[in-house]
C-alpha cells in the first residue's frame, strides 16, 4: 500500500510539473543561478590559496589596509560560551490544580447523578439485586459527561466500582493525595535528555510565575514510566485497608491521569546561548598595506594561513560582484531572446511546454558542467594558465556536439540549432571567451546535428560520430592557422586535431548511451525506437495476429494505406504507419465483439441493447491505451490510439436506437470521447482506418465504387469537424484521397472465379460478414441528420 501511495504522490507531482507556467522562468532562474556559481572563479585572479605546510612560490604583500578575523579563536569561545548555559526547562505549576479538580468535580457529578435517580425513582436506597442494576444501566447514560470532567475515559466495569462506592470523596481523596506527591516532586517528559545535563544543572523555570531556580540534583525527577510505577509504590499506604477492585482501579485512574509538567524550553535556551554570544568580542588582527604575509620560500604556518585566506577575500570580493553580475545579465538575456522569439510558440513544444523546457534545462546543465570539468583539468594541469585557457587544446575534446545531436533526435533540427547556440555561448564564456573557441563549438554542433537529423537506426549514430571526428580535425587545422603564431605550431596542430578528433567520437559514444535513457525518462520516442516497434515480431503485434487475426489483417491494411498518405502529403510516414499497427489494440480485450475477428458468422451484438454494443466499441480505445502503457510504446502511439476515432458517432447502433423507437437518446453516448486528431498523423490514421474498414464491406468493390466510397467517408468525417484541430488542409485531403483509391483497389478489385465445372459457378452477390455493423451502412435504417458541407469532390 505504501509503495501505490509513493507511485501516486509521484504521479501527482508529475502532473502538477507538467501543467505549472511557472516552470519555464523557474529553470531560467535555476540556469542563470548556477552558471554564474559554476563562474565564481574568475581566470584572470591572483590565487592566495594555501595550506598549512605549503613553500610559498613568491612574495606575498597586502594590496590595501585589512582587518582579519580569528575565526578559529572565536569560534572556541562561542562553543565556551554555549557550553556554559544551563538547559531551560518550564514548570506547569497549574497542571496539578487542574487534574485534581477535574477528579473533584467528576466525583461530584457521580454523586449528584446518584441523588437525582433516587429521587425520580423515590427509592431511598437500591436493597435489591434487580433495582441496583436497573440504577446502574441510567447510570451508564451519565458515563460520557464523567469521564469528559475526569479528562479520561475508563470501562463500563470501572464506572460500577465507582458507582458501587457512590462516587465517594474517600475515592477523591486517594487519587488527590497519590497524584499531588508526584507531581509535586515532577515528571520530566524526556529523562535521558535531562540526565546530560547533570553535571552543569538545569534552569527550572516556572511558567505561571517566571520564577526560574537552578536544579543540580536532577535525578529526582521522574520519567513518565517511573511516575506510573511511582503511583502504586505512593498508594501503597495511602489504600491500605480499601477493597483490592478499588485500590486497583484508583492506581490505573492515577497513571493515566498523570502528565508531564516540566518540559525542555529548546527556544528560550537557545536565545539565552544567541545573547550570550552576541556579547563575546571577535578577535581582529590588522593589516597594513605593503605588509609582508609570506616571503617566496617560507612555509605557510596557522597565522599566515589566516592572514592568506582573508587576503584572498578581499581580491575576491573585490572582482567577483562585478563579473558575477554581468554573467547573470547576459545569461539570462540570451536565454529570455531566444525563449520568446523562437521556443515559445513554437508546435513542436506547445503541446508539452514544459516537459521540453526541463529536458533543454537538464542537457544544458550537464554539459555546462562538461565544461567546466575540462576547465578544472586544465588548470590542474597547468595552474600558470590562468587568463589563458584558449591557447589549450582541451576545449575541443568537450563533447558540446552530442547535446546537439541528441536535443535534434528528440526535438528537431530547428530547435537544436537554438539550443547549441546558447550551450556554445556559455561554454566560450567557461573557457575565457575567445571567439575561435565558440566557432569550433557552434560549426561542430550544427554540424553534428545535421547529419543525425534524418538518420533511424542507431549505427547511424557511430557514422556520424566518425565523420565529426573527420570533421573536427579539419576544423582544428583550420583555427591553429587563424590562431596568432605559436612556439611549437606543428607540435600545436597534432595536439589540437589528436583532441578534437577524439571529441568527435566521444560525442557519438554518449549520444548512443543517452538516448535510451532519455527516451524512459522523458518517454520521448525517437526513430529508432518508432522502427523497433514497426517490426511485425513485437511480441504485442504477434498476440494481436493470434488471438485477433482478423484485427491484425486490418491494422496491416491501415498501416499501409497512412504509411503511404503521409508520404503524399510529406507527414511523418514512419510515426503514422507504427501508430496504424496499434491503434486498434483495445480489441485484444473483447475480440468476438468486433466482427473482423467473428470466424463463426454469429454476431454477439445481436443480443445486445444498442447502448450497450455503443460502450463496448467506446472500450477498446481506453483498453488499448491501457496495453499501449503496459507494453510501453510511448507518448506518440498512445495519441494514435485515443485519437483515431475522435469524436465521431457510432452510426448504426445511433440509427438501430432511433429505429427501436427510443425517444430520449443522448447522441453522446454514441460518441467516442475523443480528442480529434491533433496532428496530421492521427488525422491520416483516422481517415486510413475508415477507409479499409468501408471498402472492405463493398459487396462488389470495383475502381468507381471504391472511389466513391473514399471520397464520401472523407467528406463525412471533414464535415463532421473531426479534422479541424490537425491542421490538414484539402490539399492534402485531395492527396490522401488518391493514394487510399490506388491501394485499396489494388487490394479489393475484383477476381475471377476459377471453377472446376461452368455450371458450378454460382450468380448472385456475396455477402460480406467481416467487418463490424457501425462501419458499414445502417441498412434501411432512418440516417442520422447532420449539418453537411457540399466540398469539393476528393481524389479526383
Not at 64 to 69: G, H, L, Q, R
Not at 78 to 92: G, P, Q
Not at 658 to 667: F, H, Q, R, S
Amino acid at each position: 500500500m505504501k509503495k501505490i501511495n509513493n507511485q501516486g504522490w509521484v504521479k501527482r507531482a508529475g502532473q502538477t510539473l507538467s501543467s505549472t507556467p511557472y516552470l519555464p522562468p523557474v529553470m531560467l532562474l535555476l540556469v542563470v543561478a548556477l552558471f554564474a556559481l559554476a563562474q565564481t572563479f574568475d581566470h584572470t585572479t591572483e590565487s592566495y590559496a594555501y595550506k598549512i605546510g605549503d613553500v610559498a612560490g613568491r612574495d606575498i604583500k597586502a594590496p590595501k589596509d585589512f582587518f582579519i578575523e580569528d575565526k578559529a579563536t572565536n569560534l572556541a569561545k562561542m562553543n565556551n560560551v554555549k557550553a556554559s548555559i544551563r538547559t531551560v526547562y518550564d514548570f506547569d505549576d497549574n497542571l496539578l490544580k487542574n487534574i485534581t479538580d477535574g477528579i473533584a468535580s467528576a466525583m461530584d457529578f457521580g454523586r449528584q447523578m446518584l441523588q437525582s435517580q433516587d429521587n425520580a425513582l423515590d427509592i431511598p436506597s437500591p436493597e435489591s439485586a434487580e433495582s441496583s442494576d436497573t440504577t446502574f444501566s441510567m447510570a451508564l447514560a451519565s458515563k460520557p459527561e464523567f469521564e469528559k470532567k475526569l479528562g479520561i475515559e475508563i470501562s463500563n466495569g470501572a464506572f460500577q466500582i465507582l458507582f458501587n462506592e457512590k462516587f465517594s470523596e474517600e475515592v477523591t481523596g486517594y487519587l488527590t493525595a497519590i497524584i499531588g506527591t508526584i507531581l509535586t516532586n515532577g515528571i520530566v517528559s524526556n529523562k535521558e535528555i535531562l540526565l546530560g545535563e547533570e553535571e552543569k544543572g538545569i534552569t527550572l523555570k516556572t511558567i505561571q510565575s517566571h520564577k526560574e531556580r537552578v536544579v543540580t540534583d536532577i535525578k529526582v525527577f521522574y520519567g513518565p514510566d517511573q511516575a506510573k510505577t511511582m503511583v502504586r509504590v505512593v498508594g501503597q499506604p495511602i489504600l491500605k485497608g480499601v477493597n483490592y477492585s478499588l485500590a486497583n482501579l484508583v492506581v490505573d485512574i492515577g497513571q493515566r491521569l498523570l502528565q508531564p509538567n516540566i518540559t525542555l524550553n529548546k527556544n528560550e535556551t537557545e536565545k539565552r546561548i544567541s545573547q550570550a554570544q552576541e556579547r563575546i568580542k571577535p578577535t581582529l588582527y590588522q593589516i597594513k598595506a605593503g605588509e609582508m604575509i609570506v616571503r617566496e620560500g617560507e612555509r605557510v604556518d596557522e597565522l599566515k594561513l589566516v592572514k592568506l585566506n582573508a587576503l584572498n577575500e578581499q581580491v575576491e570580493d573585490k572582482n567577483v560582484i562585478m563579473t558575477i553580475t554581468g554573467i547573470c545579465m547576459f545569461t539570462s538575456l540570451l536565454l529570455l531572446v531566444v525563449y520568446f522569439l523562437y521556443l515559445k510558440d513554437h508546435p513542436k513544444l506547445g503541446r508539452d511546454m514544459n516537459k521540453h523546457i526541463t529536458f533543454l534545462t537538464l542537457g544544458l546543465l550537464l554539459y555546462i558542467g562538461f565544461t567546466e570539468l575540462a576547465v578544472y583539468i586544465a588548470h590542474t594541469s597547468n595552474p600558470e594558465m590562468s587568463g589563458k585557457i584558449a591557447s589549450s587544446a582541451i576545449y575541443m575534446v568537450v563533447p558540446l556536439p552530442a547535446a546537439a545531436m541528441i536535443t535534434c533526435i528528440f526535438l528537431g533540427f530547428d530547435i537544436a540549432l537554438y539550443f547549441s547556440l546558447v550551450l556554445c555561448s556559455l561554454c566560450t564564456i567557461s573557457f575565457g571567451g575567445g571567439f575561435q573557441i565558440f566557432l569550433f563549438f557552434f560549426l561542430s554542433s550544427i554540424t553534428a546535428a545535421y547529419w543525425i537529423k534524418e538518420r533511424h537506426e542507431r549505427h547511424h549514430f557511430i557514422v556520424a560520430g566518425f565523420k565529426l571526428a573527420l570533421f573536427n580535425g579539419c576544423l582544428a587545422i583550420a583555427l591553429v592557422f587563424f590562431m596568432p603564431s605559436q612556439v611549437l605550431p606543428w607540435a600545436i596542430l597534432l595536439k589540437q586535431v589528436i583532441m578534437a578528433v577524439g571529441g568527435g567520437v566521444f560525442a557519438a559514444i554518449l549520444t548512443v548511451g543517452f538516448t535510451p535513457l532519455i527516451e524512459v525518462l522523458f518517454n520521448y520516442t525517437t526513430a529508432a525506437k518508432l522502427l523497433e516497434f514497426s517490426n511485425l515480431d513485437q511480441p504485442l503485434i504477434k498476440k494481436l495476429m493470434i488471438e485477433a487475426p482478423g484485427t491484425y489483417n486490418h491494422s496491416v491494411i491501415v498501416a499501409t494505406l497512412a504509411e503511404a498518405a503521409a508520404s503524399a502529403i510529406h507527414a511523418d510516414s514512419l510515426k503514422t504507419k507504427v501508430m496504424a499497427y496499434y491503434h486498434d489494440i483495445g480489441k485484444l480485450d473483447k475480440t468476438m465483439y468486433f466482427i473482423e475477428n467473428q470466424a463463426d458468422g454469429r454476431n454477439r451484438h445481436d443480443k445486445l441493447s444498442p447502448s450497450m454494443s455503443a460502450l463496448i466499441l467506446i472500450g477498446h480505445v481506453k483498453k488499448g491505451v491501457e496495453i499501449a502503457k503496459k507494453y510501453k510504446l510511448g507518448n506518440e502511439i498512445v495519441e494514435g490510439i485515443i485519437q483515431h476515432h475522435g469524436t465521431s458517432l457510432i452510426k448504426y447502433f445511433y440509427n438501430k436506437s432511433l429505429k427501436a423507437g427510443n425517444e430520449n437518446i443522448n447522441e453522446d453516448d454514441f460518441r467516442y470521447p475523443g480528442p480529434k486528431p491533433q496532428t496530421r498523423e492521427a488525422g491520416i490514421v483516422m481517415l486510413a482506418d475508415v477507409a479499409e474498414a468501408a471498402t472492405r464491406a463493398l459487396e462488389r468493390p470495383t475502381p468507381s465504387r471504391i472511389q466513391g466510397r473514399v471520397k464520401e467517408l472523407i467528406n463525412d468525417i471533414f464535415a463532421d469537424g473531426q479534422l479541424e484541430e490537425c491542421e490538414m488542409t484539402l490539399k492534402d485531403l485531395h492527396q490522401i484521397a488518391k493514394s487510399f483509391n490506388t491501394i485499396l483497389t489494388s487490394i479489393y478489385h475484383s477476381r475471377i472465379e476459377y471453377t472446376d465445372k461452368p455450371q458450378d459457378k454460382k450468380i448472385g452477390k456475396s455477402k460480406d460478414t467481416d467487418r463490424q455493423p457501425p462501419r458499414g451502412e445502417a441498412g434501411n435504417s432512418p440516417p442520422v441528420q447532420k449539418d453537411r458541407t457540399d466540398l469539393k469532390r476528393l481524389g479526383l
